[in-house]
């Protein structure tokens, strides 16, 4: 079974997330431990750098901020990328790595978030710490064909209209999404 790109990408940003989850929530295949070479140990919280235990704590909040069916995808990825022969499994790591830090980041918002990241990059990449929380949570409420106006607004909004343009959008109820959304596109 193929594994789709976007799967691949999630599962190795989350990679040290699904370990740290609960005996219940982890998949029967755990991810590659965050030491280097195959050979070292996963390190003790105490002995690890802050800045180690700072990114392990983003990836659990992302981790616990997907919804129980991503994580269900995530699981079976997870056992996917565990079958696949070890060079394989390197080779996928290596093209992660390779990405840039922030697209790496996108990929921890999951599957479909994190596929839509980079066109969403330039209305939602970088928000003031009130607006992270209500952004995040009206992304995941879009349905497909929402989420592919908003990433057709968020490139066509100019740099110096996003952040009027984002406030609009978090200031909407609900049930006037849909219309704001057809009208700033354009249908």
Sequence with gaps: ???????????????????????????????????????????????????????LRARYAAWQGLSEAERQRLRRAAGMLANLPPAQ??????????????????WRLGPVLGALYPKLQPLFGYLPAAQRAPALALLRQLDDGQ????VLISQRTPPQERDAVRAQLLALAPAARAAWLSEKVGH
């Design 1 to 55: 079974m193929a594994m789709s790109r976007g799967l691949v990408l999630v599962l190795l940003s989350s990679a040290a997330v699904a370990q740290a989850t609960p005996a219940t929530e982890v998949p029967m295949v755990r991810p590659a431990p965050l030491a280097e070479s195959a050979g070292q140990t996963p390190l003790s919280w105490a002995s690890m750098h802050p800045l180690q235990r700072r990114e």
């Design 147 to 150: 989420l592919a106006q908003l």
């Design 89 to 106: 499994q390197t080779a996928l790591r290596a093209r992660f790595a390779a990405l840039d830090q922030l697209h790496r980041d996108g």
